[in-house]
Each structure stands twice: as C-alpha cells, then as structure tokens.
C-alpha cells in the first residue's frame, strides 16, 4: 500500500492497481517510512504539485540522510 494525498478531499491511499492517471494541477505527498522495533522510526514528507512541466517540489529542506538523521545516543 502507499499513501497518496489527492486535493484535499481526495485519496489518502492508493493501493498496488489503482489506476486514476496523475494529472496536471494535482498535489501529491510523498511520504515514506522506515521504523525498526525497539529503536524508532523516521518518516519524510515531500509536497509535489504536478504543474504543466513535470513536478515541482513544494517542500523545501535537506533532502540528504546525513542532514535527515541524528545520531542514535546510548
């Protein structure tokens, strides 16, 4: 399963199959995840608007792991 936000009614999720074209003017996030027990986990969110050139990326910040990261404190 992946998340998907459409408009802001719209789909929240879109599964493997889901068929509705991404179309110009749409605003998507992106947000995946990794968790791992006992440890924590981390989520990024990236805002994509789909204008009339391809994407374009809203949200601003680091997108390296190093700056995306702490170091984990014993």
């Known amino acids: 399963m992946r998340d998907v936000a459409i408009g802001a009614g719209g ?8 068929e509705r074209p991404i179309e110009k003017g749409m605003c998507l996030t ?5 968790y791992l027990e ?6 990024h969110s990236d805002t994509v608007l ?3 050139n391809g994407p374009v990326m809203l949200t601003g910040g680091p ?6 990261t702490l170091p984990m404190q014993s």
């Open 30 to 34: 992106i947000e995946p995840g990794v």
């Open 50 to 52: 789909i204008g009339d």
């Open 38 to 43: 006992g440890i924590g986990g981390f989520r």
């Open 11 to 18: 789909i929240h999720r879109a599964d493997d199959g889901y």
């Open 63 to 68: 997108v390296d792991i190093d700056a995306l």
